[in-house]
């Protein structure tokens, strides 16, 4: 049978690439992988998965040096020959192995206002809002958005300037400026501008090229840009 | 105040952009011409020395470019040399004065050489 030779990060900060030889199988993917060397021949590797089928984000991990889906990363597409070498995600710390630490990130989520702030009650009736609008079509580009943090790794800005709000957090609050029920815009557009915002952003399309949904971060990202410089423009931000 | 200044920073850098990219242009299309017709340094003097229409467009190209360049500059200060913010700017806006300087300069000699 076919082997394939991994690599595969252990340890924290400190540590290095270990080896493992695993059986090759048709369509076998990333997080297979993983899964066989942790039930077979590595008990204590640690790795985060949780749906297996690309809907939860828990599994992402840099994969041939690119950050991806390991649940939905095909072996045949990014083996190098025989080779296979994978880490954690990059600008996150690692807690253990191909674990890291997702706190910043998010908390990253809640620094650019990425939570929505209604002012309906229930008492009052539904909004409604047109499916055809510009605003709403804006926020649906982006919607979909599952926090894997694949754009987040893949960044360079957030390497060079780790306090960068990063994409996924900048993504999240373009879909709130773009959602007429929202109430808090003004704290919005402050928290998401300056040097640590979208003013940062140099728009290399990282997070646009490996984004397993195919979203456009960095659209979103030029999108806060316009909109902060007209309210800057108004004296409103 | 600084996420408004940083807004009209980028508003600034996008306006001067749209101004150097019909700039560039036009100054390419002049080089062009220039070489392949084997002007020589006195012939180009001679065209330019006292137009008005090659001093305002000099001065416009000076401009943009004073404003554009020294806001990237400052970007990348902080992200590569470990600049504050603070001594990034104020190191970009000096590097605006002396592109300026050194663009006027030039474009003085160039309608008056």
Known sequence: MPTLRVSIWRGRTEGGFVDYDVPRHESQTVLDVVTHVQRHLEPSLAYRFACRVGMCGSCAMTVNGVARWTCRTHIANVADGDRLEIAPLANLPVVKDLVTDMRGFFDKWARAKGRFEGRRTRDDDFARVDPASPARKLADAGIECIGCGVCYASCDVVAWRPDFLGPAALNRAWTLVNDVRDDAQRERLRAVAGDAGCHACHTQGSCVERCPKHLAPAAAIAGLKRVTARAAARGKL | ?113
Do not use: D
Not at chain 2, 6 to 20: D, E, F, I, N
Not at chain 2, 32 to 38: H, N
Not at chain 2, 39 to 47: K, N, P, T, Y
């Open chain 2, 1 to 113: 105040m600084e996420h408004a200044a940083q807004a009209k920073r980028w508003y600034w850098q996008r306006v001067s952009a749209m101004v150097l990219a019909l700039c560039v242009l036009v100054h390419l299309v002049t080089i062009v011409y220039a070489v392949r017709s084997g002007l020589s340094g006195e012939a180009l003097l001679a065209r330019t020395r006292g137009s008005v229409a090659f001093a305002a467009f000099y001065a416009v190209f000076v401009m943009a470019c004073a404003v554009h360049v020294p806001i990237g500059v400052a970007r990348i200060a902080e992200e590569w040399l470990g600049l504050g913010s603070c001594a990034a700017n104020a190191a970009a806006n000096a590097f605006a004065l002396l592109l300026a300087v050194m663009g006027f300069t030039a474009v003085y000699a160039m309608v008056t050489g």
